[in-house]
């Protein structure tokens, strides 16, 4: 399979006053053609950042400031802004937490999406009408006809959110960026939304990058897994081995805090302890203060990747194999 998306030693900054913010710091990772790519970890650890980043939408005081970020072979870190323009809602096309942030209120839903087809096809006006009525029905809108007559406000949550996902499929994207794209909806609807981007990338063999902190829909919809700690990336591995045996402390707390044995889905709980500030540099494991494995080493150096198994790579002392400690054993990856 071919890599879609690289993402090659990232490194995002925010100016925040006087503190520069290391947000996301030397992420690097690959998604595959139709293949979903999730991104887990606690909110504030740069899963939004590195979205963001990908986009070039990143607020006036961030910057990416070092890594390459390429869609098939285009860097698109160095493409100039109206390409990059072109781009967006083109071939990468995102759908937010939060569908009121990205609606316009006072635009009918038809309106705003005939707004994207005019921007990215060359259809004309028949063609857009029948278009938005076939988006709407891929996304199961009754009505679609009369739907797109009314207003964001006249749709109910899961409703909203099925139009911003009809929205981001109307240029038909390579990527889809999904950021929390069902955490403001209960629980059936959530279901709903997850079904139908799946049964969409089937069709349209779209990649995702899914951000969540919702170990359900981890296991619902992830091929591959990246958890986020703390700006950077500290396990890389497919859903299947990730669920058999999450390798990094940080991972299994994910698991340990859950509160029943139904880890399939429930959100993360709550973990001990505080992300630490991104705006020091660090001298060694980022989990150190809360990992009840941590020893001297994790404080002293920044643990490396280690490869534990073919496609599973975690960054943490416990496998590295210059550990030698007589305090904290080395454990054998299985
Ligand atoms: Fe815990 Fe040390 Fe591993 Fe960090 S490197 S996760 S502190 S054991
Ligand atoms: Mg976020």
Redesign the pocket.
Known sequence: MTALLTIEGMTTRLRVGERTIYAVDGLSLEIECGQTFALLGESGCGKSMTALSIMRLLPDAGEVTQGSVRLHAQDLLTLPESAMRELRGNRIAMVFQEPMLSLNPVMTVGAQIAEVLQRHTSMNKPAIQSRMIELLQNVSIPDPAQRLTEYPFQFSGGMKQRVMIAMALAARPELLIADEPTTALDVTIQAQVLDLMRVLQQQTGMAILLITHDLGVVAEMAHQIGVMYAGEM?ECTSREKFFQQPA???SQKLFAALPSRQKRDRALAVIGGEIPALSKSFT?????DR?E???S??HASI?PWVKIAPGHQV????YTAQNTSKT?PAVTPS
């Open positions: 500290v990094h402390p940080y060694g494991c980022r989990f150190a990992c494995q941590a020893w080493v994790c643990p960054r943490c002392h416990l904290k």
